[in-house]
Every structure is written in C-alpha cells, then in structure tokens.
C-alpha cells in the first residue's frame, strides 16, 4: 500500500477551503436553489463532507440540498467496463429545472467524468447554472473541463493514479495517495 501523498489535516483544509468558495460565491440567500450533487461514487464522500462545513456556514433555511448524481449509464466506456456492483443511484432533492447546481467530485482528471455527469444531470431538467468542485485536480485533461471549485492540485503522471479516501468517521484516517495505475490488460 503507498504511503499517503497528502496529510490528513491538509485533506481538511482543503475541504474548508472548498466550503469558504462555495459560499463566497453563493451568499445565504434563503429563496435560491442551491443544490451539491456528488458524482459517484467518489464524489458522495466529498458532498457528505461539505454537507456538514456548509452546515456551520449558511442558516439553517439557506442550507443547500445534496444528492447523488450516477453516470453510469453515461459513460464513454460503458462497453469495456460495466456497472460497478457498488452502483449508487442518482437521488436528487429537489427539481433541478432553474437551480443552481454544483456537481461534486473527489478527482478531477480527465474530464470525462464531468461529462458524463453533465449528461445525466440534463436528463433531470435544465438548470440555471451547472459549477463544479474538487477535492483534487491531477491534471490530464483530454476535455475542455476546468473546476469553479479546487481543493488541492496535485501532480500525477499518466501512469499514476490518484486515490482518495475520505473515512466515514474520523477525518485523522482521511489519505490521498498517487501510486502507480494498475496496468489494464
């Protein structure tokens, strides 16, 4: 197992600093639609915990909904690789048709990921404004998809592979670590 690249306190912070943007950005305003959907199933670690930042930032009746976005059926390579038995579907709060919508991830690579988020996301109705956050962007893009939001940039070559684990209940475990990718055959 690689040791981890980033500490445990640097991971919080840089989910603080993800909450701080978001509401820079998004001033509690109790009439907007506000709503952080995490791309699974990485990306569910990452909303959970700025459900609970963005808790202690906004009142209690500007609070932002959170759901789970899928992309599953989405993407590019649905034919080499199939559904992952930890499917999670997509659960969004509210009707997302006008709304603000930040779609949440733990790594932001190639940007194929967004895409396909994109994609689902637009099955459900047409938001106002789509944005996007990161915990970590690791560069490669081979789309033209930039982050609204990001945690911590991280350098990771081709061959590697960024992994981000967010414990459940105690963010002391929490590790990101950059090892070599699994050679696919």
Do not use: C, W
């Amino acid at each position: 197992m690689p040791s981890p690249a980033v500490p445990a306190a640097t991971i919080g912070a840089a989910l603080a600093k993800l909450a701080d943007e978001i509401v820079a950005r998004h001033p509690a305003d109790p009439a907007a639609r506000l709503i952080l959907l995490g791309i699974a199933n990485g990306g569910v670690h990452v909303v959970t915990r700025l459900q609970f930042l963005l808790r202690d930032r906004f009142a209690e009746h500007a609070r932002p909904r959170t759901g789970i976005i899928d992309i599953s059926f989405h993407r590019d390579d649905i034919g080499r690789n199939p559904i992952p038995k930890e499917f999670t579907p997509t659960l969004i709060p509210i009707d997302v048709t006008g709304a603000t919508v930040i779609l949440v991830d733990d790594v932001l690579q190639s940007g194929r990921t967004v895409k396909a988020a994109l994609d689902e996301l637009f099955d459900h109705g047409r938001p106002a404004k789509v944005e996007l956050a990161v915990l970590v962007d690791r560069g490669g893009r081979t789309l033209p998809v930039a982050a609204d939001y990001t945690g911590l940039v991280l350098d990771a070559g081709p061959e590697e592979k960024v992994t981000v684990v967010l414990h459940a209940s105690d963010p002391a475990h929490d590790a990101i670590t950059v090892a070599p990718a699994p050679r696919k055959t």
